[in-house]
């Protein structure tokens, strides 16, 4: 998809067909995309997690109540280890927050080039998230989406709320 386009027709989606899965070479394109994400010093302190089997669908849908999320058939989530991250010496700054939304941008960008919907979630509980996927502690998540096909036939249009380019540009 042209790039504008593409910046201008990623939604987030929230109205999943459950039992339309992501076929494999899709969903390898997508993460390609997580993968090649820059981060501080490339350092990619993060790792990415299709969760697909029922079993464990059933346990990561628990951490983020709404109807609208236990119909997706992937959860991708995105961990990561703090320490493993680059740190600022002035200040302590930790990158891991910016490396992760960064790769998180990537997906959804490329989901959706491949019409596949996503909605970047970070309302969810961790503690439920950590027991359903068993991690360890040095491993944090910052942050889930569904991954799947929505259930609206045609796109939906929707006019992009965003704040106008004089309310947020200044050239100094
Ligand atoms: C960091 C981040 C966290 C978000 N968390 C949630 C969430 O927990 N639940 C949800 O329904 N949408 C969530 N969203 C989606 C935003 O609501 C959505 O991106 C925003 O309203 C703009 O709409 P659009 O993505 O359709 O352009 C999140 C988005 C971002 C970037």
Redesign the pocket.
Known sequence: MEFNTLLNT???V?NYEPDRPVPQDVMKRIIEAGRLAPSACNYQPYKFMVVSSQEVLQKVRAC?K?PWFQDAPHILVIAGDRSRAWTRSYDTYNSIETDM?IAMTHIVLAAANEGVAS??????DPAVLRSALNLGSETEVF?ITPLGYSRDTAPRG?V?QRKSYNDIVEFI
């Not at 909605?119 to 969810?124: D, G, H, L, P, R």
């Open positions: 990623r939604e987030s929230r983020y709404r939304a909605c970047w979630v970070e309302a969810y942050g929707k992009k």
